[in-house]
């Protein structure tokens, strides 16, 4: 099932999870810090600016802190908020770092400010109009040549999972935009659904974003276009949450997978198995003027 988007459903989930955002390991983090900003330092001298556009808890923005990046965090969730300003507190850095608010509050900085601004589990969650909102006010702020790093949800990591995902894929991807579903009717998802032998799991999960609030899919290969058509140019593209096996075998084969997944974060990230095995990918993309 895919919801509709609704914006206070949004919030209360994003609050209810604010508990967890104390991870100390995110893959998407890593990608930026290791993989993406020492290749921009070695080509760029002087202080990095960046923006990290619904910064959470402010784990990534406090490590960005940490390696000297002139940084600044916009959230709207009241409870990550909070978080966020307490994390930065604690570690002797100035609380107004982070700045409450959301899309409108870009408006108030400056043209042409930041050398990255970082929208990490950010687009998946907004309806079409905000995310083309979104995408004319970073380019307003981002310095000629500055980068937009973005995490998107990966529309093919739903062929690969052989369940009631890959169902929503086929409606969603495939039916409604080809028009299949008013040609042939609603019984071609039943009949869809009689090529899988678990076409209604995973069961639902309070934990799950898409079993609870909009969740964009995205294409990966055709990412780059809808970035052009916003005067941005994508450099690379980098896969992580990496899932070897469909999810409802791969716990069969936990113990014995754990070594082998965890090459594929980061170092491997680039590889084109993330196409259909990672659920999630990074995008690094120039403003081209």
């Known amino acids: ?17 604010a508990g967890d955002y104390f991870s100390a390991y ?25 923006l990290d556009f619904g910064c959470g808890g402010g784990a990534l923005l406090l490590k960005m802190l940490e390696r000297g990046i002139k940084a600044k965090g916009i959230e709207k969730h009241d409870e990550l908020y909070q978080l966020a300003q307490k994390r930065l507190g604690e570690s002797g850095f100035d609380k107004a770092n ?13 043209k042409n400010s930041f050398d990255f601004i970082i929208l990490m589990g950010v687009l998946q969650y907004l309806p079409p109009h905000q995310r083309s909102q979104l995408y004319v ?17 990966n529309a093919f990591f739903d062929l690969f999972t052989f369940n009631k995902y890959t169902v929503d894929l086929f409606q969603e991807k495939f039916f409604k935009p080809l028009g299949l579903d008013k040609l042939l009717g609603q019984g071609i998802t039943k009949d869809l659904k009689s090529l899988m032998t678990h076409p209604d799991k995973p069961d639902y999960s309070a934990s799950t974003a898409r079993d609870n609030i909009y969740v ?40 014995q997978l754990d070594k082998f997944k965890k090459q594929f974060e980061v170092t491997r990230s680039k590889e084109w198995y993330g196409h259909f095995m990672a659920n999630a990918f990074v995008v690094d993309c120039v403003k081209e003027n």
């Not at 099932?1 to 999870?17: E, G, I, P, R």
């Not at 006010?137 to 980068?147: C, D």
């Open 1 to 17: 099932m895919v919801h509709k988007y609704n914006a206070k459903k949004t919030q209360k989930y994003f609050d209810s999870l």
């Open 26 to 50: 995110a893959p998407r983090d890593e990608i930026l810090l290791k993989l993406i900003l020492p290749k921009y330092k070695e080509k760029n001298s002087g202080k990095i600016t960046a």
């Open 98 to 110: 982070v700045i409450k608010g959301s899309i409108k509050e870009l408006n108030s900085l400056p």
């Open 137 to 153: 006010k970073i380019h307003r702020l981002l310095k000629p040549k500055g980068h937009i790093i973005s995490t998107f949800q």
């Open 216 to 255: 964009e899919t995205t294409n990966p290969l055709t990412i780059g276009e809808e970035l052009a058509s916003y005067k941005f140019k994508l450099l690379q593209k980098y896969f992580y949450n990496f899932f070897p096996l469909p999810r409802l075998i791969e716990n069969k084969y936990k113990g």
